[in-house]
């Protein structure tokens, strides 16, 4: 019988498992006359293990080795997410690290292509650091704004079909100065834009949300709790507005669905059928 965590786990975890159990072997007929044994091929070389840029702990999963960050949450359960760098492990205080290990083996199958898939994902060219000086063209609902430091009741000149993106501060303003004030701009344009989009799709879903908060995270765009409290990454609002509108759907709909059940990804199609070249796309994408 399985303990309480497992169960926990398991219902945790569906959605990674994914696939058919695989069907039983045909019981031996008795009276069948046996044959030569079929040649099997060479086995293939093990495969390079794995390895968390910061990883605390190990483990041998179906012969690979595979090292892993492991951290203790406020989670409710054991949690596996597979990253750039790695694997990480999260679980509970009261859960122990034998049982935590358990659960690396219970869920071999799925790290181990998860991080082949990370290994093969092709890799982009490292986005450029951005220049915050006057005249730098910064990213901005995918296009560009740029940058124009201005004293204090100064009027900026804009050229031909460029946005401008106006600060008020000294001539001699720090590059330090001018991303805190650059960032304060993008943020109330992040939250006006969100809460319109919010609105917009919370009644074509049928859910009401009931606040919204502005994330820094540079891991994660955005996430729901079940008590309507939706946050959203404030630097979508360098991204293209198709995708800022998969990011507020993707939330919204965890207010019906709080998983990612077929059931979620059907409610997310409600409103928006091409939701998965939207996730694509942004997947592609850097924060």
Not at 30 to 49: E, F, I, K, N
Not at 75 to 96: D, H, N, Q
Not at 207 to 220: D, I
């Amino acid at each position: 019988m399985p303990t309480p965590w497992q169960k926990l786990t398991q219902l945790t975890l569906d959605f990674f498992t994914g696939g058919d159990p695989s069907p039983a072997p045909a019981a031996a007929n008795p009276h069948t006359v046996p044959t030569a044994p079929t040649p099997q091929p060479p086995a293939a070389p093990p495969q390079a293990g794995f390895a968390h840029a910061s990883a605390n702990r190990h483990a041998l999963l179906q012969g690979i080795p595979v090292s892993f960050r492991f951290e203790r949450s406020r989670r409710k359960s054991i949690g596996f997410t597979v990253g750039p760098e790695g694997l990480v492990v999260r679980a509970p205080g009261w859960v122990p690290l034998r049982e935590v290990d358990a659960a690396v083996q219970e869920k071999a199958a799925w790290i181990l292509a998860k991080l082949q898939q990370m290994r093969e994902r092709p890799t982009h060219p490292a986005r450029p650091a951005l220049a915050w000086a006057h005249g730098a063209d910064l990213p901005y609902l995918g296009g560009t704004v740029r940058l124009c430091v201005v004293a204090r009741g100064q009027t900026p000149e804009s050229p031909e079909g460029v946005q401008l993106l106006p600060l008020s501060l000294p001539p001699d303003a720090s590059a330090v100065q001018v991303r805190e004030a650059a960032e304060a701009w993008f943020k109330k344009q992040a939250r006006a834009l969100f809460e319109a989009r919010l609105q917009h799709f919370a009644p074509q879903l049928g859910v009401r949300y009931q606040r919204l908060s502005l994330s820094s995270a540079r891991t994660r765009w955005g996430s729901a709790r079940s008590d309507g409290h939706i946050r959203l990454n404030w630097r979508l609002i360098h991204l293209p507005l198709a995708q800022i509108d998969y990011v507020v759907v993707h939330e919204l709909a965890h207010l019906r669905v709080m998983d990612h059940s077929p059931r979620f990804w059907d409610t997310v199609g409600e409103v928006m059928p091409d939701y998965r070249e939207r996730r694509r796309q942004l997947q592609e994408g850097e924060l």
